[in-house]
């Protein structure tokens, strides 16, 4: 849904606070879902040339931890939080010496500590390794699971761009009036560039103004107001600053439905 705010220079930080954000979540989104895609098809080729042409050898303990999982301080009561044991390893290869942190079952992780030796799964000449003792197609699921993830998020940030570019780039929505609609007037009470950042990018010459509709000499139709997005072609050439007369056209049986003319469809008689 589109912004339907006035754009006001001169605070760059409620700007980006109250319009851009909603663009900024987006990009965060699909940054982060190309992130997990990359870890994931990583992790899921790290598992499958290991299994295809790894050799088993050994490797040195360095450091064992616990993580445990995060669950909110009123609801430890009755909720375990969740326990990752992590194991890091290290091993030569020639010159060079090749580290990884993993995840390991409990009874290897219980017993070993730091300067055990553990059974690895290696790529000789290569920096992939794993715990032998950690089937391979754990890490082919959770590589799976890290890449459906990834192109989820990234889908929907993409979508979410793409439908909200779609929306501001479109043409106007004309409406149409009755047949038996008289010619009116409408004075604008503000008008402005869209605070939207898809309006700024793909329509940047469209236009919000907020008008009250009637005679409003006698104050009648005072609360006949409407703040109406006027897309670039509907705006081109028009005088829209305050105090401005805009033409229109209101239904005599009811004066509170009423348009501009700019937004009459230019089709209807």
Request: glycine fraction near 12%; charged fraction near 25%; hydrophobic fraction near 45%.
């Amino acid at each position: 849904m589109l912004i339907d705010a006035i754009h006001v220079p001169g605070d760059p930080v409620g700007d980006i606070l109250f319009h851009w954000s909603p663009l900024i979540v987006l990009g965060l989104v699909c940054l982060f879902g190309i992130v997990l895609l990359f870890l994931g098809f990583r992790g899921y080729a790290k598992a499958s040339i290991l299994k295809k042409a790894g050799e088993k050898g050994d490797a040195v303990v360095t450091r064992k931890w616990i993580k445990e999982g995060y669950v909110r301080p009123e609801e430890r009561h009755r909720i375990k939080p969740t326990k990752s044991h992590f194991l890091r390893f290290e091993r030569g290869d020639g010159d060079a010496r090749h580290a990884e942190e993993e995840i390991a079952p409990i009874d290897l992780w219980r017993a070993v500590e730091p300067g055990d030796t553990v059974e690895v799964i290696y790529l000789r000449g290569g920096s992939m390794m794993r715990l032998a003792a950690t089937s391979s197609m754990i890490g082919h699921g959770a590589g799976i699971v890290q890449m459906v993830a990834g192109a989820l998020m990234t889908a929907g940030a993409i979508g979410g761009f793409v439908g909200g570019a779609v929306a501001a780039a479109a043409g106007p929505d004309y409406r149409t009036a009755g047949p038996d609609w008289v010619a009116d007037r409408a004075e604008i009470l503000g008008a402005g560039p869209p605070a939207d950042p898809f309006l700024r990018l793909f329509a940047a010459d469209a236009r919000w103004v907020e008008v009250v509709f009637g005679d409003t000499q006698g104050g009648a139709l005072m609360a006949n107001t409407r703040r109406i997005l006027l897309k670039p072609d509907q705006a081109s050439g028009q005088a829209l600053s305050e105090g401005e007369i805009l033409d229109a056209w209101i239904d005599p049986a009811n004066e509170f439905n009423a348009i501009l003319d700019l937004e009459r469809d230019p089709a209807a008689p």
